[in-house]
């Protein structure tokens, strides 16, 4: 039998972080419906925008989900529910997104 090689593309051949960010603020919706109400397609846009940033700190894609909700918080931070500190912001979570991950887990 042969050997079997599996290589990973993503922002080689192809850019999922659009269609993730959107996946999982689709996700985040059902889950977290009350928080979640009010985002509309400008926030959406913003959600992808960020996420491009903070795709480096990404390792397995449901972290994806809970970065969004970071971000919703970091928006509107009346919505903050997490026990992630106040004045988290976008810099904060990819210097720090492995202390972030087991607090907002």
Known sequence: MG????????????????ETAISCVKAAKLRWPELFATVDSSLEDWFVD?????WPVVETRYETL???????????PSLRTSSVPNGLTVEGILESWFDILPVVM
Do not use: P, T, W
Not at 3 to 18: I, M
Not at 50 to 54: G, S, T, V, Y
Not at 67 to 75: C, D, P, T
């Open 3 to 18: 050997d079997l090689y599996a290589l990973d593309f993503d922002g080689v051949l192809c850019d999922s972080v659009g």
């Open 50 to 54: 960020q996420m491009r940033i903070l």
């Open 66 to 76: 809970l970065i969004v909700r970071l971000l919703l918080e970091i928006k509107n």
